[in-house]
């Protein structure tokens, strides 16, 4: 298991490294230029020449890549071209812990709801109330995001008056009903079909079977062996999800007025901010890289059918 | 096994902690918001056309005012400023901003005179210009603003390092100023200081617009030691200026605010504190919620907030249009990316003109939110021609007008008494795509997602039921869609307008139109135009040169090289009915100072 992380570890450069390369050769020769954009509609090529110049656009591809690539490896992210001279690690830092807070106290909600429901109706199967959650918990789920968000917001913030209509103050603020609600409650469906149709596995096999006709009560039986056995897969969709939780949400961010990194980045791009954009690459691919590695390592932690590294690998 | 149940107890935990901190919150917030009147409400977008650039002016709320001093408080909506170094400002949500902090030589007030600003007086003397300075001149950290302090200014606005995008646009009167930004010399030799409180500055030609330029940020003053002392982002530490209002604190994302400047050299402020939420929201909901105290009104709320029964009528400002005109601008070169291009044919493109009809859009499809454009000036802005006539809406003549034109081979064959329009309409149904082999129109417009305006919709199916002609839309992305606009490679192109960022006719028709400027987009070229706007620089008569201005508008209007579309800018906005003196105007000036609280 170590030497199997060790080696994940070990390839997560060279995943940064691709990504990297793939996202600055767009912005080298894709359409849009920085300086353009910067211009606006006071364009002149002699301008525009001498600003590349000084910000060092006019160098050759490879110088380029390699300074900012040995510059982040120094924590070093560049200066934005977009807000002129800022360093971009400055700026993005906050978005994202702010983008990753939302993200995590939704993903919560999501699991508080789902796990427990999705356990509920798998022992209702066939009666009316498994499929009336499930038929609900889908709907919800099927409801446009930008839709939801102002749905909520004018319930909260104009009819009740319950809350400001938009703005971030942390986990603890008000203003965090409404966006956890839509990205939280509204997002139960996927995670409670899989806890129901996970727990619905582990109770049609043989095993359970015979812990009933051992003659253990359904509770002693759920607890030991349906619960935990269900929640393998679960788990490991989970620490997956885990990758998303810096990636912020482009729509629920700019209704709310939230500074999080997902309206950010968006921005980014239309503006052809290079340095942003490749240093929230570069933190993307990172994380994506850790995360599946955890969701490997939780896998084999919980089920003891997975081996990693030795040869006597069962299955 | 355990591992896992220990997880889920954290996020359960987690999720709790968080429900419960809802619960407690809520009924403290209730009270607070008791008094608003329940409507829903949609956010509006405003568009700063002044870059093309569409921001969505909505910004989030600062939960509540800390402590207001004295004065009070004004909060707004803002947009994120690319920059607030006055010289590298191009823009008008940095404008915005560095126009309140910061100041120069010369100003404009909210009536768009130019008045003394730091310089309390001047003299010309043909191409010299001397300003002297007030003497109680202080920047924020309290030293003394000197001539020398202008020189170096103007001088570090136009230093190739400080790689200013516009600095050429704004200081290119100045003798010896190109020289400088090209780094060809070692200061500007138009740029002398006589004494500490007297600056000549030598332009190379008696331009009428060398003051108004002055009044843009390019040419502000800054203080040396804080910039060389702070680096490329000198102001995010210590931003600081001469003007009415200090720059306390600046949050990317999140927040600017400005504290009333006591030590201002004019009369200082009566507001204490200006807010600018920057993170996005429903501007509308927020205006309603107390949130900020002025918004646009968007197409959305708008009939509800015209309604006199509505308590919101009560707070609704009506402003003359914006000094921005938006337009669909054709390109006039023969061919176009290796084809043949029809709207190089002048006659074709008055037809396109004659064919729309402004008035019937700006009611019915635009709730009159914009007045419709016949000439290039808008109104109200110097050298506007109120007789200008234009190309006018009408449908016969604009028939007539491509029968003549080089365009479709197909109308040669039109027989007596048959309509080019039911012809057309054979040859569309035959070829709904291309018009029958004719030449393709494509119109590219900025943006992503496939929307394109409801007035650019209707205006096509005008020309398509009109005169028959089928016009494509073509989309590009931003950043695209400048690149391939700076290289003259569109066709047509749209969505764009176009606002002036000094008071003064050149702003406009000198520098869309001549031929040989960079932003000429159009390809556009009439020796006649180029000669009399090359006049109008150095006419020294202010009545002779807006004659020359209106003669330059018409032959343009003539030679149909655009189709002005709208006057645009924020026709209606909702202001609280404490905040007295807010001026909405049609540029950014500096105005915030004149706000009183009450």
């Given at each position: 298991m170590f030497k199997y992380a060790i080696r994940r570890l070990l390839w997560l450069p060279v995943l940064m490294t691709v990504a990297s390369l793939f996202v600055f050769t767009l912005g080298t020769?894709?359409?849009?230029?920085p300086v353009i954009v910067m211009m606006g509609?006071?364009?002149?090529p002699e301008t525009a020449d001498r600003m590349r110049k000084e910000l060092g656009l006019d160098r050759p591809f490879h110088v380029q890549y390699s300074e900012y690539m040995w510059n982040f490896v120094r924590g070093d992210f560049g200066e934005s071209l977009r807000f002129r001279g800022q360093p971009v690690r400055d700026i993005i830092l906050p978005k994202m812990w702010v983008s990753a807070q939302l993200a995590l106290v939704a993903t919560a909600i999501v699991v508080v709801l789902a796990l427990p429901l999705g356990f509920y109706i798998a022992h209702r199967q066939?009666?009316?109330d498994d499929p009336t959650i499930v038929a609900i918990a889908v709907i919800l789920g099927a409801i446009p995001i930008m839709v939801t968000v102002p749905s909520l917001l004018w319930f909260f913030?104009?009819?009740?008056?319950?809350?400001?209509c938009s703005g971030w103050g942390g986990i603890?603020?008000?203003?965090?009903v409404v966006p956890v609600i839509s990205m939280g409650v509204f997002q139960i469906a996927g995670l409670l079909r899989l806890m129901r149709a996970s727990t619905l596995d582990v109770m049609g096999q043989d095993f359970v079977r015979t812990a009933r006709a051992k003659g253990l009560s359904i509770f002693q039986v759920d607890r030991i062996h349906v619960l935990r056995n269900a929640l393998i897969p679960v788990v490991t969709v989970m620490a997956f999800s885990l990758?998303?939780?810096?990636?912020?949400s482009f729509i629920t961010e700019t209704i709310m007025g939230i500074p999080g990194i997902g309206r950010f980045v968006v921005e980014s791009v239309f503006n052809r901010d290079y340095p942003v954009i490749m240093a929230v690459t570069l933190i993307g691919a990172a994380a994506f890289g850790l995360s599946t590695l955890l969701a490997d390592i939780a896998y084999a932690m919980i089920d003891p059918r997975i081996r990693y590294d030795s040869e006597s690998n069962l299955n | 096994m355990h591992k896992l149940s220990r997880i889920l107890i954290v996020y359960v935990l987690l999720a709790v902690v968080a429900c419960g901190q809802v619960t407690e919150d809520s009924e403290v917030v209730l009270s607070d918001d008791a008094s608003q009147s329940g409507e829903v409400a949609s956010g509006s977008v405003m568009l700063n056309?002044?870059?093309?650039d569409i921001v969505s002016s909505s910004e989030a709320s600062i939960?509540?005012?800390?402590?207001?001093?004295?004065g009070g408080a004004f909060r707004r909506l803002w947009a994120d400023p690319p920059t607030l170094d006055p010289h590298l400002t191009s823009d008008t949500t940095s404008a915005g901003i560095v126009v309140e902090v910061f100041s120069g030589l010369v100003a404009l007030d909210t009536d768009l005179n130019l008045v003394p600003d730091i310089a309390e007086g001047w003299s010309i003397d043909g191409n010299t210009y001397t300003f002297n300075l007030r003497d109680n001149v202080k920047f924020h950290n309290g030293r003394q603003v000197k001539a020398e302090d202008f020189k170096w200014s103007i001088e570090r606005a136009a230093d190739?390092?400080?790689?200013?995008?516009?600095a050429d646009t704004y200081l290119?009167?100045?003798?010896g100023a190109m020289e400088y930004i090209r780094g060809e010399?070692?200061?500007?030799?138009?740029?002398?200081?006589?004494?500490?409180l007297t600056l000549q500055i030598t332009v190379?030609?008696?331009?009428?617009?060398f003051l108004a330029k002055m009044t843009?940020?390019?040419a502000y003053v800054v203080d040396r030691n804080v910039v060389e002392a702070g680096g490329r982002n000198w102001w995010v530490g210590d931003p600081i200026g001469?003007?009415?209002?200090?720059?306390?604190e600046y949050r990317i994302g999140e927040r600017i605010i400005l504290l009333r400047n006591?030590?201002?050299?004019?009369?200082?402020?009566?507001?204490?504190r200006i807010d600018m939420n920057?993170?996005?929201?429903?501007a509308m909901a927020m205006y309603e919620n107390d949130e900020i105290d002025i918004t646009g009104v968007s197409l959305f709320d708008l009939e509800r907030v015209l309604?006199?029964?509505?308590?919101l009528n009560q707070e609704l400002v009506v402003a003359p249009p914006g000094f921005t005109v938006s337009y669909i601008g054709f390109n006039?070169?023969?061919?176009?990316n290796g084809l043949e291009n029809p709207l190089s044919d002048r006659k074709f493109r008055q037809a396109l003109n004659h064919a729309v009809d402004k008035e019937l859009i700006a009611k019915e499809v635009l709730s009159d939110l914009v007045q419709p454009a016949y000439g290039i000036l808008p109104p109200r802005?110097?050298?506007?021609?109120?007789?200008?006539?234009?190309?006018?809406?009408d449908p016969e003549l604009a028939v007539k007008l491509v029968g003549e034109s080089?365009?479709?081979?197909?109308?040669?064959d039109i027989q007596p008494g048959t309509t080019y329009y039911d012809l057309a309409q054979e040859l569309l149904a035959s070829n709904p795509n291309t018009g029958s082999g004719t030449p393709r129109i494509v119109i590219t417009v900025p943006?992503?997602?496939?929307?394109?305006g409801l007035d650019l919709d209707v205006i096509i199916e005008m020309w398509r039921q009109t005169l028959g002609i089928v016009v494509e839309i073509d989309q590009a992305e931003w950043a695209t869609y400048l690149e391939d606009l700076d290289r003259k490679k569109f066709q047509a192109f749209a969505g764009l307008g176009w606002s002036a960022?000094?008071?003064?006719?050149q702003d406009f028709l000198d520098i869309l139109?001549?031929?040989?400027?960079?932003?000429?987009?159009?390809?556009y070229s009439n020796p006649e135009v180029d000669s009399i706007l090359e006049a109008a620089r150095i006419e020294q008569d202010p009545v002779a040169r807006v004659q020359m201005y209106h003669v330059a508008e018409n032959m343009i209007l003539e030679d149909a090289?655009?189709?002005?579309?709208w006057f645009t800018g924020d026709r209606y906005a909702l202001v609280k009915s404490?905040?007295?003196?807010y001026k909405l105007t049609p540029m950014i000036v500096?105005?915030?100072?004149?706000i009183r609280i009450e």
């Open positions: 020769y894709g359409p849009g230029d509609a006071r364009y002149n066939g009666r009316w913030c104009r009819y009740v008056k319950w809350i400001p603890f603020d008000l203003r965090i990758a998303g939780l810096i990636g912020g | 056309e002044d870059k093309g939960a509540s005012l800390v402590d207001s001093p004295s190739p390092v400080t790689a200013s995008p516009v290119n009167d100045i003798v010399a070692d200061s500007i030799s138009g740029i002398k200081v006589i004494d500490d190379d030609a008696p331009k009428a617009y843009y940020p390019t001469t003007g009415p209002f200090k720059l306390d006591d030590d201002y050299y004019r009369e200082p402020p009566t507001v204490a920057l993170a996005g929201g429903q309604d006199p029964e509505e308590p006039t070169k023969k061919e176009i802005f110097p050298g506007y021609n109120p007789d200008v006539s234009g190309l006018r809406f080089g365009y479709p081979d197909y109308l040669k943006g992503t997602g496939g929307t394109v960022d000094y008071p003064d006719p139109f001549h031929s040989e400027s960079s932003i000429n987009h159009n390809g090289a655009w189709v002005p579309l404490y905040v007295k003196g500096p105005k915030l100072s004149q």
